[in-house]
């Protein structure tokens, strides 16, 4: 039998609304709903406010998610960063964090970020200016900009091809870097809008896109294997997003998991 | 492809749901779960069995709340939120619900969230967010009654502002 005189409380109403209610306790909300039409409305505002909330982000788990989601490629280059995973672990141990427990995993201490992020945003604003000498090695001349690059980097890098993204490579040349030599490719829209893909070694681990932006320029920032990469351009974000995204996939496919460039 | 990458396959698309309805913003979104993926993938060594969904859950609402506390010490690189351009008048949608998310505290959000978009137990929610059972109560507890508030309380004093 249910109690007339039990009061039925947020917690219940709550609990009946998430189904986290035992069959007689269900009855009992329900009933108390039956003569409480101030929680019966409630009860119905916390339902539609679900429906809201499933209505509004249900759709993203039916998309196929982008490649770099890819669990195969991402364990690749995860397993690749042996000296970023000793210093995971070191920052573990220094932090006191015990087994795997996830609480108190740290961000990404994005220490080259800063520093990667302003240097090629300054060679963006002195080099994008610049008519006749834009660049050192003119793009047409792409395997050896690729071959001297990947030698004074220390890392075998490519100018990716972003002809699909409406880009031309005008060249590349090499440039002082917050870690040392540092390659710097330059691209053009038909239209004569310039990209710049800046990139060196770094110690950093792999990270996600970054973006950053001021009033004349913006930049994404992204980490993939021992090297960092800086895509520069005007602040326009979906157009810079789609190009770092293009360079991306790109620079991934075309670097060989056992490096041999 | 081993167990565990498979359990970590098959629960991406839950993940980008959770993110963006967590973050408000697609791009964060999909680069919390980024770093949520690699950071399993790595951490497989640790993981003794157990409910790899609810680990990644973890692993990502943990992600997200660190997230927050770096963006408020590293302004200069704070990611523009999508949501900021859109912040307009009512045929921007108004008081909308995702609107109504951005004024809850974090871990109502993800507490509200897990629950109803997720279809996690209390006991799972508990888990994550590593708090007693009477927690999440009283965190879905207030979350459903400020967005209730927000919803309806408000509307009518709804401007533009120019």
Redesign the interface.
């Given at each position: 039998m249910i109690d007339r005189d039990q009061i039925i409380g947020e917690d219940e109403l709550n609990a009946y609304v998430d189904g986290e209610l035992p069959a007689d306790r269900r009855a009992a909300v329900e009933a108390w709903l039956a003569t409480h039409p101030d929680d019966a409305a409630k009860v119905s505002a916390w339902r539609k406010q679900a429906e809201l909330i499933r209505a509004r982000y249900g759709a993203i788990a039916d998309e196929i998610p982008p490649q770099r989601f890819n669990v195969n490629r991402l364990t690749r280059r995860s397993y690749g960063a042996i000296a970023a995973a000793a210093a995971v672990i070191a920052a573990f141990v220094a932090g006191g964090v015990l087994g795997w427990t996830a609480r108190g995993v740290e961000v990404a201490r994005p220490s080259d970020l800063t520093r990667f992020t302003s240097d090629a945003l300054d060679a963006y604003r002195l080099y994008v200016v610049e008519v006749r000498h834009p660049v050192e090695v003119p793009g047409d001349q792409r395997p050896h900009l690729d071959a001297w690059l990947s030698k004074r980097v220390g890392s075998p890098l490519h100018a990716p091809e972003l002809d699909k993204v409406g880009l031309k490579l005008v060249g590349g040349r090499l440039l002082p870097g917050p870690t040392g030599p540092t390659a710097f490719f330059m691209y053009e829209t038909p239209s004569g809008e310039r990209f710049t893909l800046y990139c060196g070694r770094t110690g950093d681990r792999d990270t996600a896109l970054r973006y950053t932006t001021g009033p004349q320029n913006a930049a994404y920032y992204w980490v993939d294997g021992d090297l960092a990469y800086v895509l520069s351009g005007p602040p326009e974000r979906d157009k810079l997003h789609s190009i770092a995204q293009a360079a991306y996939d790109q620079i991934d496919r075309r670097v060989p998991p056992q490096q041999g460039g | 492809?081993s167990e565990f990458?498979e359990h970590?396959?098959v629960a991406?698309?839950?993940l980008?749901?959770y993110a963006?309805?967590l973050t408000r913003d697609a791009?964060t979104a999909?680069?919390?779960?980024?770093?949520t993926?690699?950071?399993a993938?790595?951490?497989e060594h640790?993981?003794?069995g157990g409910d790899t969904r609810a680990?990644l859950y973890?692993?990502l609402t943990?992600?997200n709340r660190?997230?927050l506390r770096?963006l408020s010490r590293?302004p200069?690189?704070a990611?523009?939120k999508d949501s900021d351009a859109a912040t307009g008048g009512p045929e921007a949608g108004g008081r909308?619900?995702?609107r109504?998310?951005d004024e809850l505290a974090e871990d109502q959000r993800s507490a509200?969230?897990l629950?109803?978009?997720e279809g996690l137990?209390?006991r799972e929610v508990a888990e994550v967010q590593?708090v007693p059972i009477g927690t999440v109560?009283?965190r879905?507890?207030r979350a459903?009654s400020q967005?209730?508030a927000y919803?309806?309380g408000e509307r009518p004093t709804l401007r533009r502002v120019k």
């Open positions: - | 492809m990458h970590i396959k991406i698309p839950a980008r749901r963006r309805a791009e999909d680069d919390i779960v980024q770093d993926l690699v950071r993938l790595r951490s640790l993981f003794h680990w973890t692993i943990n992600l660190n997230r770096t590293r200069a690189l990611p523009i909308d619900i995702s109504a998310l509200l969230l629950v109803v978009l137990t209390y590593g109560m009283s879905l507890a459903r967005i209730k919803l309806d």
